[in-house]
């Protein structure tokens, strides 16, 4: 810390104090692997577009089980108690995690401290920004601040000189859990959208893996990373638990000036050759059922984001093609309204028809009353906010799964409409359990990267 900045602690008053400085360029899963001290602590973040990727190691603040409400009073606090010291570079210190699925839904006792949802205030965050890296160090205002941030910028120099351990992915077993009951569990929706109880729900299933050793996350991130383009790939750490996804779906991302989300839904797999890839993309495009599902899913979002932003413009309707599985996307957005929060519009969306149903109170209903398990945050929103304005980015958490040392769950799902064909829908499901599945192996195969 330079001598400046430390004279200028002693003036500071406020609760929590927070500087930037610039680093030389590394690539953050890499630092991910040295930081196993860290191991509980860490979240990894890296947009659609690459353009954003976060680190955090330590807690400065950690917050289970909260609503939204709750997380927006705590970000109002920190906003109005922390001080960020002028520095040549500016990063704010952000609150990064996940919300429960549904906090009133069945139980999901393997998720342990992460069941309810876990949002957590990194003491150390790396960011990368176009191709600039800063550290931003962040610690509540007591005695010895200067010191405590002289401990971190070590513990930050240590970080960057260690040396990159080796990789390795670990063998596996898998189990598809309850697949006859989840079968029939397709066949009683279908019966209740006939008899006009619901529209859409969409139906979840696991699948259970383990090893004899120890799964490695660093090597999931980096194999995730590398297999899935045009995700965002995000990892959060609980203390026994850690939740790791590449997902296709924003569900909201907020500028000062513009909310933007998108609507992800239908699914087809990916051709194994660039004829085959485009006869398959465009049967989806125009298929009915498909078409369906993703207009009652556009449906509810224009009526959601409505109350939030002065003028609603759709993109145009196209494929989303990821490595292994193409959906229909299109993207919505609009200016946003004087004196809406971006947790407001987390709120309104989650869960959109692609994650729950329509309506979404009767889908919500049925499936807390007939899924097998609780869904933990599978399918919740999950994403950074700033904790200096109101800005940041949520996906859904899905094509993603729960890990304890040796054992996870992964998890699936498809939207079932009144034409669903439940073996159809199995088959969908087994595709979406591939990219999880792919990243814990380390198994490459031909690429789809368009």
Partial sequence: MCTNLHEQLAAIQTEYISYSYPIASVALEDLFAKSDAYQGTRFFWQSADKKVVFLGLGQLEILYGKTVEEIRAFQTNFFENCTILPTEVYQE?????GFAFDLNGKSAPFWQELEQGSFQVPTILFSQQEKQLFATLTVRNQKEVAQTFAKLEQQVENLLAAPLPKMIS?????????????????????????????????????????????????AILK?????????????LEGATRTFIGATPERLIEGTPDYFATASVAGSIRRGATETEDEQLGQS????????HEHGLVVNRIEQELAPFIDELTLGPRRLLKNRDIQHIYLPLFG???????????????????????????????????????????????????SLKEDIGEFAVGIRSGVFSQDEGLLYAGCGIVGESIPEEEEKETRIKFQPMLRGVKGIESPKNDD
């Fill in 284 to 291: 989806l495009l125009t298929d009915p059922k498909n078409s």
């Fill in 93 to 97: 210190p952000l609150l990064f995690g």
């Fill in 335 to 385: 200016k946003r309204k004087k004196e809406v929060y971006l947790l407001q519009c987390i709120q309104a969306l989650h869960p959109t028809p692609a994650l729950g149903g329509e309506p979404r109170q009767a889908a919500m209903q049925w499936l807390a009353k007939h899924e097998a398990a609780g869904r933990g945050l599978y399918g919740a929103p999950i994403g950074w906010l």
């Fill in 223 to 235: 194999n995730l990373l590398s297999q899935q383009p045009n995700t965002y790939v995000f990892l």
């Fill in 170 to 218: 670990t063998p596996l077993q898998e189990q598809e859990l309850g697949v006859p009951e989840w079968l029939a569990l397709v066949n009683k929706s279908v019966s209740a959208i006939h008899a006009g109880k619901l529209k859409k729900v969409v139906l979840s299933r696991q699948m259970k893996v383990t090893t004899q050793g120890t799964f490695h996350l660093a």
